[in-house]
Every structure is written in structure tokens, then in C-alpha cells.
């Protein structure tokens, strides 16, 4: 019944306490695992617990959840609970060890990214459109309010699916789920019209803001005339162009759609939420045309941000209140105090080394005008895909190597994606095109031109079309990253920063102190900062690595075909995915979970093979398909099941 991107968000009358995914505190990415540990956190955090709760809502109409229930009892005998309330308590009773007797409510997907967007966007009268692949029995919802009153005006048929005709044609070109970001990207690079007549033949713009998707019957038309790339091809320019073709349609049916309604309603305001949403080229088109004097998009625009519209949908509004503009989201996990994250940081002694220095904004400003590509993680965590400086890797803005250093080295993905700029509000003008009446941009969700005297000179953050994934920094909310800022451009001439998630290809947004420690001592980042502590790593690094505990990762196992041809593995439990790993490290792992490398490999009998054991288990480190923790401290999933 759980879907992908599990989130849990605590509201009090109308505002946000706490807001973290599970995947930041399970460390499994898109995790579809009921939030077990979002929820006792979100209850920590508000210092409270399960019965002090007054609704307890779950993103799910009914009717859908009750039919996802039935179809899985039909196949597995052992499940005979069809009830999706009964199933929910239960849940809720296996997570947190409480029988909740409180109100529980099931709120349709749609009606809950519906929320996500009004309640969040400040506004008592708009348009509200929310795009996706699919939730319940819809792809999408056009819902007119007015004096905060929704009017549905259009339920999205999942043949009509702008998410799912995006997924899919992301097939033919290599990717795969949750990577249709990466398509977006790609398409700067290319022409649309060498595919422009292939794709206008896979759907048709009909009167009222509706279109016809030739969804399931488009794998003829476009294997007659596009060859599909294999996923480890090289990217070629055909590639590039299906990818530009394929955005052009995306655009040309959202705007189709959203021309009819804005016309329809005479609204001049656009709220927005659910995947389609993050499509932030699209968006910066809508921006820049002028057909909406504001667009408001919803940071948390996933499914991790239904979480969040569950709990607005079912919070008693008075008529007529108005909540503010949503600002910021830094709702997850803070840092703990000073001391404590120097305690843990002394964990790692001899891996890494480290100082408190007297003032952090000047002198980590000065190592990134030096060319360093710094790990950045201060207070609360943000809440949705995008890190806006509190869980960020920064570097200089100006120059385009640090690009190809970050994709190739740190982040290990495709050297077209490009990297998004954290700039001071003050200065947004200044470097960005953008409609006057556009004063902040806090969320990273559009993209905007580089202003032509710029582009050279900002090589890092500029893509390939001259445009940038802007995000402006308020000192009233991020005072820490503000002044990081400001600095910068005291060293540099422009007051930015290259902004990116902190994070390696295989894991989750980091959230704890140990979570940025593993991912710096993994990668080859130059300096992490925390608070403000500057860590360095040891050149001699491995040999304490040789003394670290080493734990498979929670969703692997260790697999073996014995025989002539002998296979060892480690495997995902859900996808099947397979990594073939020595007989010598089979031997290793398959000693006692939590024991230190040196004693599993002493005791397996391969400690001779020393050197070769370190380069597999570094490359599976940094896969994250096991956990090196320093022994004489707490491992990092140990941490957070505590907390």
C-alpha cells in the first residue's frame, strides 16, 4: 500500500513543525517503506507522541487504497486485512509501539498535492494545476479556488498522463525511473525538430485544454523512426534531439492546458504541485511568457510532499484566513550543539582531522575562491529533492572545471547535468533575466537566462542554453548560507555559490553528521564543514579504514552459487540488482555483523589480501552497499534509530 518518496510532516494549526523523508533517516533512496522513523522524529522533534495527535491523515483516496489492498490479498494469502484504516492503525501501532485511537483520515493523492500547492502559496483565489504519473485514478487536477474554496474543475484521466508520456519516452534514451531529470537537462543540448513530427504523433491537442496521449501504442512509431539507446551507450546527438523533442511536447501540452484554464478562470495567479511540476525548464518558460502574473511551485512537489498536503487537507481552516507565503522549508533534522558534533567528529580520528575556525563565512569563502569543492552542512535539514544550503556541496560559480570535477569525481553521474546557483536575493537582477515583479526565487524550481555579460564569466552554473536553476538566499532565513554568500563575493566579485545536493550517486540527501562524514571521507570532496568546524581528511586514511566496522547495507544480502562456476554476490532484496563481488570478501562479510574489517578478514582467513580487500570495500563504500563506521562509536544506522 506504501508508495515511493515515504515522507511524514507534523502540522500545528496550519504550520509546519517537522517535515523530514524517510529516505534522509533509512538512507534508502525513493524508499516505499511505511516512515517508521519520519514519524518518531517528526514526534521528537514537537516533543510529543502519538496520542497527543489529533488527525492522522494518509495520502490515498479510499476507494484506491482499499483496491491496492485487495488486488495484494488476492496473491498472498497471508494478508486478509482489506480494510486501508484498519491496515493504517496497525501500522502505526508496528511503528511507534502505540495504539493510536485517534481520528485517521484517507485523503485522495490528487486533493492532497492540491493542498500542498494553496495552503502554501499564501493565496485565498487562484489556479491550481498538479501534474504527475499517477495517484489513485488520476494523473492530474485543475482546481479553481476562490475565497479558499476549491472548485474541481478537471480530473486528469491517467491516459492523459503528462508524467507517465515523460517517464516512458525517458526509456529510449537509457534512463531510467526516477531519472527524468536528467532527460530535462539533456535537452538543452539538443534540436527538437529532427523528432518534432514523430512526437506530434503521439498526442493531439483537443478543444478545452485537453489532449489525446497515444500512451502504450507510442513503441511502433518511435522504434520506426529513433533507434532507443542502451543504457551504458554513449549519449549521441540523436539522443539529445529525441530528448529536446520530447520537452517540447511535454511544454507544448502543459501549456495547451494551462492557456485554456487561465482564459476559463481569469485567474492571474498558478499554484503548482506534483512531479511534473519539478520540471523546472518547463516552469521557467511559464514564468518568463507572462501568461500568469505569479507561479507558485511547491518545493516538495513529489509524492513526499502529499505527506504534507494529507496534513493541510484535514487541518480545520477558518473562512477566509489566509496562511503566509510558504518562505523556506529547512523543517528536517538539525545538526545537535557544538559539542556534540565535535564529539562525533573526533569518532573518525585518524581518518579525518579538524578545527574550529574563528570566522567560518571569510575563510571557507577563501577556499572556495581557491578553487576547494566543500561539503556544507549546518542547522535543519530541508524538506523535498532540492538542498538550498544546509545540506549542499558548494564551490566557485565561475568556473566550468568544477563541474566536471563534481560529476566525475564526487557525484559519479553524466557530465551533462548541470549545477544550480545559490545567489544572494539582493543581487537576483543583477545576473538573472527575469520579469521584474519576480523579487525571490528561494526553491531552486525554475530556471532563468544568464544575463549575457555573465555567462562566460559564471561557466559553473551556467547550462549549455544559457540558462541556470536559480535559488536566492534570504538572510532572514538562512543567516548561516547568507553570509557563506555574501563572502564569496567579498573574494570573487559575484556574490553566489555553485549549489548541489550533498550526496553521491547511490544515497539519499545526507541528514546526519554521520551521513556527511562517510559521504566526505567516500568522495573525493576537499573540505567538509559542520557548524563551524573545517574536517580535512588523512593522507593515511586507509590503514584506519582497515580498523573500521564494516556492516552490509540493510536492503543487501550476500549471495552464493557453489559449483564448478561459483558466484558471489551481494544482492538487492527488492530489486534483484547483482554485484559481483571476490570469494575473499564473500568470506569477510559473511562473518559477524559489526565486527571491524581487520577481525572479519583475520578471522575469514584473508587478511594477506589486505590491499585488494580495502580497493573492493572503498568501491562498495562509495555504492553504498556497505557501511564503514569508526568501532569505538556508534554506527550511523545505530544513531538514528536511537534519535
Same mark, same amino acid.
Given at each position: 500500500?506504501?508508495?515511493?518518496?515515504?515522507?511524514?510532516?507534523?502540522?500545528?494549526?496550519?504550520?509546519?513543525?517537522?517535515?523530514?523523508?524517510?529516505?534522509?533517516?533509512?538512507?534508502?533512496?525513493?524508499?516505499?517503506?511505511?516512515?517508521?522513523?519520519? !514519524?518518531?522524529?517528526?514526534?521528537?522533534?514537537?516533543?510529543?507522541?502519538?496520542?497527543?495527535?489529533?488527525?492522522?491523515?494518509?495520502?490515498?483516496?479510499?476507494?484506491?487504497?482499499?483496491?491496492?489492498?485487495?488486488?495484494?490479498?488476492?496473491?498472498?494469502?497471508?494478508?486478509?486485512?482489506?480494510?486501508?484504516?484498519?491496515?493504517?492503525?496497525?501500522?502505526?501501532?508496528?511503528?511507534?509501539? %502505540?495504539?493510536?485511537?485517534?481520528?485517521?483520515?484517507?485523503?485522495?493523492?490528487?486533493?492532497?498535492? %492540491?493542498?500542498?500547492?494553496?495552503?502554501?502559496?499564501?493565496?485565498?483565489?487562484?489556479?491550481?494545476?498538479? %501534474?504527475?504519473?499517477?495517484?489513485?485514478?488520476?494523473?492530474?487536477?485543475?482546481?479553481? %479556488?476562490?475565497?479558499?474554496?476549491?472548485?474541481?474543475?478537471?480530473?486528469?484521466? !491517467?491516459?492523459?498522463?503528462?508524467?507517465?508520456?515523460?517517464?516512458?519516452?525517458?526509456?529510449?534514451?537509457?534512463?531510467?525511473?526516477?531519472?527524468?531529470?536528467?532527460?530535462?537537462?539533456?535537452?538543452?543540448?539538443?534540436?527538437?525538430?529532427?523528432?518534432?513530427?514523430?512526437?506530434?504523433?503521439?498526442?493531439?491537442?483537443?478543444?478545452?485544454?485537453?489532449?489525446?496521449?497515444?500512451?502504450?501504442?507510442?513503441?511502433?512509431?518511435?522504434?520506426?523512426?529513433?533507434?532507443?539507446?542502451?543504457?551504458?551507450?554513449?549519449?549521441?546527438?540523436?539522443?539529445?534531439?529525441?530528448?529536446?523533442?520530447?520537452?517540447?511536447?511535454?511544454?507544448?501540452?502543459?501549456?495547451?492546458?494551462?492557456?485554456?484554464?487561465?482564459?476559463?478562470?481569469?485567474?492571474?495567479?498558478?499554484?503548482?504541485?506534483?512531479?511534473?511540476?519539478?520540471?523546472?525548464?518547463?516552469?521557467?518558460?511559464?514564468?518568463?511568457?507572462?501568461?500568469?502574473?505569479?507561479?507558485?511551485?511547491?518545493?516538495?512537489?513529489?509524492?513526499?510532499?502529499?505527506?504534507?498536503?494529507?496534513?493541510?487537507?484535514?487541518?480545520?481552516?477558518?473562512?477566509?484566513?489566509?496562511?503566509?507565503?510558504?518562505?523556506?522549508?529547512?523543517?528536517?533534522?538539525?545538526?545537535?550543539?557544538?559539542?556534540?558534533?565535535? $564529539?562525533?567528529?573526533?569518532?573518525?580520528?585518524?581518518?579525518?582531522?579538524?578545527?574550529?575556525?574563528?570566522?567560518?563565512?571569510?575563510?571557507?569563502?577563501?577556499?572556495?575562491?581557491?578553487?576547494?569543492?566543500?561539503?556544507?552542512?549546518?542547522?535543519?535539514?530541508?524538506?523535498?529533492?532540492?538542498?538550498?544550503?544546509?545540506?549542499?556541496?558548494?564551490?566557485?560559480?565561475?568556473?566550468?572545471?568544477?563541474?566536471? $570535477?563534481?560529476?566525475?569525481?564526487?557525484?559519479?553521474?553524466?557530465?551533462?547535468?548541470?549545477?544550480?546557483?545559490?545567489?544572494?536575493?539582493?543581487?537576483?537582477?543583477?545576473?538573472?533575466?527575469?520579469?521584474?515583479?519576480?523579487?525571490?526565487?528561494?526553491?531552486?524550481?525554475?530556471?532563468?537566462?544568464?544575463?549575457?555579460?555573465?555567462?562566460?564569466?559564471?561557466?559553473?552554473?551556467?547550462?549549455?542554453?544559457?540558462?541556470?536553476?536559480?535559488?536566492?538566499?534570504?538572510?532572514?532565513?538562512?543567516?548561516?548560507?547568507?553570509?557563506?554568500?555574501?563572502?564569496?563575493?567579498?573574494?570573487?566579485?559575484?556574490?553566489?555559490?555553485?549549489?548541489?545536493?550533498?550526496?553521491?550517486?547511490?544515497?539519499? !540527501?545526507?541528514?546526519?553528521?554521520?551521513?556527511?562524514?562517510?559521504?566526505?571521507?567516500?568522495?573525493?570532496?576537499?573540505?567538509?564543514?559542520?557548524?563551524?568546524?573545517?574536517?580535512?581528511?588523512?593522507?593515511?586514511?586507509?590503514?584506519?579504514?582497515?580498523?573500521?566496522?564494516? $556492516?552490509?547495507?540493510?536492503?543487501?544480502?550476500?549471495?552464493?552459487?557453489?559449483?564448478?562456476?561459483?558466484?558471489?554476490?551481494?544482492?538487492?532484496?527488492?530489486?534483484?540488482?547483482?554485484?559481483?563481488?571476490?570469494?575473499?570478501?564473500?568470506?569477510?562479510?559473511?562473518?559477524?555483523?559489526?565486527?571491524?574489517?581487520?577481525?572479519?578478514?583475520?578471522?575469514?582467513?584473508?587478511?594477506?589480501?589486505?590491499?585488494?580487500?580495502?580497493?573492493?570495500?572503498?568501491?562498495?563504500?562509495?555504492?553504498?552497499?556497505?557501511?564503514?563506521?569508526?568501532?569505538?562509536?556508534?554506527?550511523?544506522?545505530?544513531?538514528?534509530?536511537?534519535?
Amino acid at each position: 500500500m506504501w508508495w515511493h518518496d515515504a515522507a511524514a510532516v507534523l502540522v500545528r494549526d496550519g504550520e509546519v513543525v517537522a517535515a523530514v523523508e524517510e529516505e534522509r533517516l533509512s538512507r534508502e533512496k525513493h524508499t516505499s517503506r511505511f516512515p517508521q522513523r519520519a !514519524i518518531s522524529w517528526c514526534l521528537a522533534q514537537a516533543g510529543i507522541g502519538l496520542r497527543d495527535v489529533d488527525c492522522i491523515s494518509y495520502y490515498a483516496g479510499e476507494r484506491h487504497a482499499r483496491g491496492c489492498l485487495t488486488a495484494v490479498s488476492a496473491s498472498n494469502p497471508g494478508i486478509v486485512d482489506t480494510d486501508p484504516l484498519s491496515v493504517l492503525r496497525d501500522s502505526l501501532r508496528r511503528a511507534v509501539d %502505540v495504539d493510536y485511537a485517534g481520528r485517521l483520515e484517507l485523503v485522495n493523492h490528487h486533493k492532497a498535492h %492540491v493542498a500542498s500547492a494553496h495552503r502554501m502559496s499564501g493565496w485565498s483565489d487562484c489556479l491550481v494545476v498538479t %501534474v504527475d504519473g499517477r495517484g489513485d485514478h488520476e494523473a492530474g487536477m485543475v482546481t479553481d %479556488v476562490r475565497d479558499n474554496r476549491w472548485n474541481t474543475l478537471l480530473e486528469l484521466p !491517467i491516459a492523459e498522463s503528462l508524467g507517465l508520456f515523460y517517464e516512458q519516452m525517458t526509456w529510449y534514451i537509457g534512463f531510467g525511473r526516477f531519472e527524468e531529470y536528467k532527460v530535462m537537462s539533456l535537452a538543452s543540448y539538443g534540436d527538437p525538430a529532427p523528432y518534432r513530427k514523430l512526437f506530434r504523433g503521439l498526442y493531439e491537442l483537443l478543444p478545452e485544454g485537453r489532449f489525446r496521449i497515444s500512451l502504450g501504442r507510442e513503441a511502433t512509431d518511435v522504434y520506426d523512426h529513433f533507434k532507443p539507446r542502451h543504457r551504458h551507450e554513449p549519449i549521441a546527438r540523436k539522443d539529445m534531439d529525441f530528448a529536446a523533442g520530447m520537452q517540447e511536447a511535454l511544454e507544448d501540452m502543459m501549456g495547451h492546458l494551462l492557456r485554456h484554464y487561465r482564459a476559463a478562470t481569469g485567474h492571474r495567479r498558478l499554484a503548482m504541485a506534483g512531479g511534473v511540476a519539478l520540471n523546472c525548464a518547463m516552469t521557467g518558460r511559464l514564468l518568463l511568457e507572462g501568461l500568469f502574473d505569479e507561479i507558485f511551485v511547491q518545493p516538495a512537489s513529489n509524492d513526499a510532499g502529499c505527506a504534507l498536503g494529507a496534513a493541510l487537507c484535514t487541518t480545520s481552516w477558518p473562512d477566509g484566513k489566509v496562511a503566509p507565503q510558504m518562505e523556506h522549508c529547512y523543517w528536517g533534522p538539525s545538526l545537535p550543539a557544538a559539542d556534540e558534533v565535535e $564529539r562525533l567528529i573526533e569518532e573518525w580520528d585518524g581518518v579525518v582531522s579538524y578545527r574550529r575556525m574563528t570566522d567560518p563565512s571569510d575563510e571557507v569563502a577563501a577556499l572556495l575562491a581557491d578553487g576547494a569543492i566543500i561539503g556544507w552542512a549546518q542547522d535543519r535539514m530541508e524538506f523535498g529533492p532540492r538542498a538550498l544550503g544546509n545540506r549542499s556541496i558548494v564551490a566557485d560559480a565561475r568556473f566550468a572545471a568544477a563541474t566536471k $570535477r563534481i560529476n566525475g569525481a564526487i557525484k559519479k553521474r553524466d557530465n551533462f547535468q548541470p549545477f544550480a546557483p545559490s545567489v544572494l536575493e539582493e543581487e537576483l537582477h543583477t545576473y538573472f533575466e527575469l520579469p521584474a515583479s519576480v523579487r525571490t526565487l528561494p526553491f531552486m524550481v525554475f530556471t532563468a537566462k544568464v544575463k549575457p555579460a555573465f555567462r562566460e564569466k559564471l561557466g559553473a552554473i551556467t547550462h549549455v542554453d544559457g540558462t541556470a536553476r536559480v535559488q536566492t538566499i534570504s538572510r532572514r532565513h538562512n543567516p548561516r548560507y547568507w553570509s557563506l554568500v555574501r563572502a564569496v563575493g567579498k573574494h570573487t566579485g559575484f556574490p553566489m555559490v555553485l549549489n548541489t545536493s550533498f550526496n553521491n550517486q547511490a544515497e539519499p !540527501i545526507v541528514s546526519s553528521i554521520e551521513d556527511a562524514l562517510a559521504c566526505f571521507v567516500s568522495t573525493d570532496l576537499d573540505y567538509l564543514v559542520v557548524g563551524d568546524f573545517l574536517v580535512s581528511k588523512r593522507a593515511d586514511r586507509t590503514d584506519a579504514l582497515w580498523r573500521y566496522r564494516v $556492516r552490509l547495507g540493510p536492503v543487501y544480502e550476500l549471495w552464493h552459487r557453489p559449483g564448478k562456476n561459483q558466484i558471489h554476490e551481494i544482492r538487492h532484496v527488492s530489486s534483484g540488482a547483482q554485484r559481483h563481488i571476490s570469494p575473499a570478501l564473500f568470506r569477510l562479510l559473511s562473518g559477524p555483523e559489526g565486527s571491524t574489517v581487520a577481525a572479519l578478514a583475520e578471522a575469514a582467513g584473508v587478511a594477506e589480501s589486505r590491499v585488494a580487500l580495502m580497493n573492493e570495500l572503498l568501491a562498495l563504500w562509495n555504492a553504498r552497499i556497505v557501511d564503514l563506521s569508526p568501532a569505538g562509536g556508534t554506527s550511523r544506522r545505530q544513531s538514528k534509530q536511537a534519535r
